[in-house]
């Protein structure tokens, strides 16, 4: 499962993680009744392997998950946003450097992303690779908005002090 998870490239949008994560996953799902046994078989070559589906429960489930998920905007706490939150800490110099290193992994992945849409578009149908287009809008917006601070940082245009900070404590913060 976890093999083909990879080989779909559904590890970009899922956290396959470790084999014994996975195991906990299914047995977590079989104890709650939403998938079940159907068979177990064995090869001469391998380990047995145990052939589960999904229960009436466990589609039911399913299927009002995902329309919950596609629907409902949820703010899944990612840590660029909350390291950009600290990001005055860095300075400016300290800054720029960051982002343009970010700047060149957002543009690898945006050719990586073209590539796999390349690659994938003929041998699947569209619906399949909504992930990746979804992935790679977000991805070339991000480098577009990346692109844009480092030009204010490089320009100066965009620029902190300690002495700002010190200004805006005495402005917003109470005295004790």
């Known amino acids: 499962m976890q093999r083909l998870l990879k080989e779909w490239g559904k590890d970009q949008v899922i956290n396959v993680g470790q084999r014994s994560s996975l195991y906990k996953t299914i047995g977590r799902l079989n104890e709650s ?3 079940a ?19 009436a429960e466990g589609r039911d489930y399913a299927l009002t ?3 919950e998920m596609l629907a409902n905007r949820r703010n899944e706490f990612p840590t660029f946003p909350a390291a950009l939150s ?9 800054l720029l450097s960051a982002l343009r ?7 690898s992945a945006v050719g990586e992303l073209r590539a ?13 690779l909504l992930e990746t287009e979804y992935q790679l809008a977000t991805t070339e917006a991000e480098l577009r908005w990346v692109e844009q ?11 902190w002090s300690d002495e700002d ?12």
């Open 33 to 35: 009744g939403l998938i």
């Open 37 to 55: 046994v159907r068979q177990t078989e064995r090869d001469q070559q391998y380990p047995e392997r145990t052939v589960y589906e999904l229960t």
């Open 65 to 67: 998950s995902l329309v």
């Open 86 to 94: 600290f990001a005055m800490l860095l300075g400016p110099s300290g």
């Open 101 to 107: 290193e970010r700047r060149g992994a957002l543009s």
């Open 116 to 128: 796999a849409l390349a690659e994938y578009a003929s041998a699947v149908p569209r619906v399949a």
């Open 149 to 159: 601070i480092t030009d204010e940082l490089a320009a100066g245009s965009l620029t």
């Open 165 to 176: 900070f010190a200004a805006a404590e005495d402005a917003y913060l109470p005295e004790a």
